[in-house]
């Protein structure tokens, strides 16, 4: 009898940790989203940082002693906020694509439930989580179009500049350039919004990957 209660014992202990380690389909994914939310926010990062630059070496192109070497600053910078936003462009289509494999996983591992309640209970958490992206996901979206309006004046200035570099031509050229360090500035503090709205959605997402 004792050996019977003991092996019973041992297999309840197993149970819970034979279970945790086999995820489902939509938990691996939910895993994978939120690892390329990490990946996401990390490239916002640095794109603020390069930005930043941007923005200093706008505001010192007036002076004459440095000018070509704050335009070189300028160019170098702009050119790696370009190849960095192309990166930004791709991992944002990868959490997108994430979140609809997670959906259908998470859809399909339930569609066998027979309880009303239960069914209702697991909709409307299905339902929660489509909200609650698709609100990151405008968010994303609207930030992304403003970043192609200030990338397209950026490199509209790169052009100008380099087709005619003087001290009048610098000086014309000001009013456009405060507009670009206007929108810059906005820029970073929507993108730092917006990264904060992507860590709350990582957070949800990976709390339904049970910490993966």
């Not at 500035?185 to 997402?205: C, G, H, P």
Request: net charge neutral.
């Amino acid at each position: 009898m004792k050996n019977t209660l003991f092996t019973l014992m041992a297999l309840c202990m197993a149970l819970p940790l034979s279970g945790h380690s086999q995820n489902s389909d939509s938990l691996n994914i939910a895993g994978d989203q939120s690892a390329s939310m990490n990946k996401l926010d990390d490239l916002m990062g640095r794109a603020q940082k390069r930005l930043s630059y941007i923005m200093t070496n706008l505001g010192e192109l007036s002076d004459n002693n440095d000018a070509n070497n704050n335009f070189d600053k300028f160019k170098e910078n702009l050119e790696d906020l370009v190849g960095i936003r192309s990166d930004i462009k791709d991992r944002a289509e990868r959490v997108r694509e994430l979140q609809g494999q997670r959906i259908a996983a998470w859809t399909k591992e339930v569609s066998g439930m027979t309880d009303k309640d239960m069914r209702k209970l697991t909709n409307d958490q299905i339902d929660a989580a489509k909200a609650d992206f698709d609100a990151l996901d405008k968010q994303m979206r609207e930030v992304g179009g403003d970043a192609n309006d200030l990338t397209a004046l950026l490199q509209d200035l790169q052009k100008y500049y380099a087709s005619s570099f003087s001290p009048d031509s610098i000086k014309t050229s000001q009013p456009m350039v405060q507009k670009a360090l206007a929108a810059a500035q906005e820029m970073l503090k929507d993108t730092d919004a917006l990264r904060d709205s992507i860590n709350k959605s990582k957070k949800k997402v990976k709390g339904t990957a049970g910490g993966a």
